[in-house]
Structure formats: structure tokens, C-alpha cells
């Protein structure tokens, strides 16, 4: 896995070993509409040295939602 931060700081493209790459737009609010997906809608921005990055609308029809397999996701 490689993340990579853009120039402009807007964003940060997470590129996977398969060849498939994840995009976290930075300082944004998530859509007031969002599509559930594989990877969902997600924003990020620095917390001092530590990024987070907060993920809304994962498509959650499978025991794992995301590329990252030992994530699961949260039931309620």
C-alpha cells in the first residue's frame, strides 16, 4: 500500500498492491447524499502528525465491506 499526498494538499490517493486506489478528498464534509459503495465516501484531515480519515456509506451486504479484509465493519 502507498498513500500519496497531492501537491495542492486537497487529497490523498491510497494506491493498493492490485492495482486499485482509494481517494480521500481532505478538510471536505461527506455529501449530503451518499451511494452506498465498496469503499464509501470518505474525507480526511490531520489531527497534529496523525491523519484520520472518517468513511460513511459503506456498502455493507458482505461480512467485510472493505479492500482491507481484517477491517470489519460496525453492526448496529
Known amino acids: 500500500m502507498q498513500m500519496l499526498q497531492h501537491p495542492d494538499r486537497n487529497r490523498i490517493t491510497i494506491r493498493y ?17 451518499v451511494t452506498p459503495s465498496w469503499y464509501g465516501d470518505s474525507v480526511g484531515h ?26 470489519p465493519r460496525l453492526c448496529t
Open 17 to 33: 498492491k492490485w492495482d486499485q486506489v482509494r481517494h480521500i478528498l481532505m478538510n471536505q464534509p461527506h455529501p449530503p447524499q
Open 46 to 71: 490531520y489531527e497534529g502528525d496523525t491523519f484520520v480519515i472518517d468513511t460513511v456509506g459503506i456498502k455493507a451486504d458482505r461480512p467485510f465491506a472493505m479492500v482491507d479484509l481484517r477491517t
